[in-house]
């Protein structure tokens, strides 16, 4: 008989119906021994009811990263280096945080960089200064179209520390994040092809 058959077989019979009999300890979490995979990373802007941290390491983002980003969608690709010069007119130019929310939900944010023409915005540069921010302190973003930025709100004192996936490191969350299509490699990639009228 295996040692998990002999546990089993060593248990009391229980009234089934007894809510004593049925509550688990306080450290149930510690006994189930199980660990959360990560299968899924996003590439997107915190939600407006989102609290978020940035990673204050430099060694979790990335800039300048070049990405086509679908705002009808509300899809991002990156675009690998070598096609930059052939997609210039659909790509921006961003810097990659990676980001926590208070739930534990690791995502990837690529926030606009000042274009090379010197034409900034402010919702381009609060966007920066929230993700800036972020890395210190608990934050949220909200649209303001009247002030034509975002406004940056501060959590109140408190709030735990974010506990990073200390054994994911940035490639492995771009090994998620890129996985389903979302690398531009290639002119023959389906996005260029929608983009250019032959999909």
Same mark, same amino acid.
């Given at each position: 008989m295996t040692e998990s058959k002999s546990k089993l077989a060593s248990v009391p019979s229980l009234d089934p119906f007894d809510p004593e009999a049925l509550r688990l300890t306080q450290d149930f979490s510690g006994i189930v021994g199980v660990k959360k995979e990560l299968t899924t990373v996003r590439l997107k802007r915190p939600g407006k009811q989102t609290w978020f941290r940035t990673h204050p390491s430099p060694e979790y983002r990335? /800039?300048? *990263?070049?990405?086509?980003?679908?705002?009808e969608d509300g899809e991002c690709y990156v675009v690998a280096p070598p096609l930059v010069p052939e997609l210039t007119n659909e790509i921006t130019f961003v810097t990659l945080y990676t980001v926590i929310d208070r739930h534990g939900v690791v995502s990837l944010w690529p926030v606009p960089l000042p274009p090379p023409d010197g034409k900034d915005n402010e919702w381009w540069k609060s966007a920066r200064d929230a993700a800036e921010r972020a890395m210190t302190s608990w934050r949220r973003?909200? /649209?303001? $179209?009247?002030?034509?930025?975002?406004?940056?709100w501060t959590a109140p004192p408190g709030m735990p520390e974010p506990e990073w996936p200390e054994d994911k490191t940035l490639r492995d969350l771009l090994k998620v994040g890129l996985g389903p299509g979302y690398l531009v490699d290639s002119l023959e990639?389906? *996005?260029?092809? $929608? *983009? $250019?009228g032959f999909a």
């Open positions: 990335i /800039s300048p *990263l070049a990405t086509i980003q679908l705002k973003i909200t /649209s303001n $179209r009247q002030l034509g930025a975002y406004e940056i990639h389906p *996005l260029i092809k $929608r *983009l $250019r």
